[in-house]
């Protein structure tokens, strides 16, 4: 039975081919973050490794992404710098879903009551700031890492959740089925959270998957300006911010990091839509 329901999605979510494509590519990346030590052509190049050398090869059978100006290889470089991209992206979506969706479900259930009023208004005043500022705002005053990268990030995401879950929550209230939860007297928490949250899942999944890429470009944004994963990890924006100091004449040291943080923003957008079309047609 399991297998046949596994197989319907699996017909429905491949009858996009651009959304097999955007799973493959995040396949992909896990695959490269995961096995990072084991499929990098020179693994020690991920940590200080210095050999002047072999600084600023182009790319080559050896070092196919070519070298950067510590004669490092790019390729494996990137495969390390996956890790904390993914990293990113799931801390930061494990902190906001479940803080932004807890509040927009309180909010849209108690509408027009003080709890609405208050979480809204500090999720308004949270919305009015471009996102990418309030980051960097944060990250400007805490000290320059990863940890500190996912906090103001994570500081800065949760309303879009809060917000969209306040919309389907408001709608919902009103559903006969959980007018009926209320009448057989069902506690809050269970109408909350065992008849509104269901109906929420499938727009909050793919919403996740989204962020998912969008969360990782806002880290290289923040690492490109030396506020994410600091030197010598490695890390896509910070990469790219090196390799730019060097064009044209050294392109491959920004452009290869720069096309795989394109990458896996593509991927995950695309893998997104798919399963936001797998739900639709689940739905319909």
């Known amino acids: 039975m399991r297998r046949t329901k596994i197989g319907k999605w699996w017909y429905k979510f491949s009858r996009n081919p651009l959304s097999v494509v955007g799973l493959i590519i995040v396949v992909g990346v896990v695959f490269c973050a995961v096995f990072a030590p084991w499929v990098s052509p020179y693994p020690e190049h991920a940590g200080p490794y210095v050999n002047y050398r072999e600084a600023n090869q182009p790319p080559s059978l050896a070092h196919p992404f070519g070298t950067d100006i ?4 790019v390729l494996s470089r990137v495969f390390f710098a996956f890790r904390s991209s993914l990293l990113m ?3 930061v979506l494990s902190i906001v879903v479940p ?13 027009e009551s003080w709890v609405d009023i208050l979480i809204m208004r500090i999720t308004d005043v949270f919305l009015s700031v471009p996102p990418l ?16 990268a996912m906090i103001a990030v994570s500081v800065m995401w949760w309303p879009w959740y809060t917000r969209l879950v306040y919309g389907m929550a408001t709608s919902l209230r009103n559903e006969y089925f959980v007018q009926s939860a209320e009448l057989i007297g069902a506690s809050k928490f269970h109408i909350l959270f065992r008849e509104i949250l269901p109906n929420c899942v499938s727009t909050i999944l793919t919403k996740m998957t989204l962020d998912m890429g969008w969360v990782i470009l806002i880290g290289a944004a923040l690492s490109f300006v030396g506020l994410g994963e600091q030197p010598p990890k490695p890390a896509l924006g ?16 920004s452009v ?3 096309l795989a943080i394109m990458l896996i923003v593509l991927g995950f957008n695309l893998l997104g839509d798919g399963i936001g079309d797998l739900f639709s047609l689940e739905e319909a």
Do not use: C, H
């Open 256 to 258: 290869f990091p720069g």
């Open 89 to 91: 992206g799931i801390v």
């Open 99 to 111: 803080v932004g969706v807890t509040l927009g479900l309180l909010a849209g259930y108690f509408k």
């Open 238 to 253: 910070t990469m790219v911010a090196d390799g730019a100091k060097y064009l044209p004449e050294y392109w491959w040291i």
């Open 70 to 73: 510590f004669g490092r290889d």
């Open 133 to 148: 500022i309030l980051a960097l705002a944060i990250t400007s005053v805490l000290k320059p890492n990863l940890t500190n």
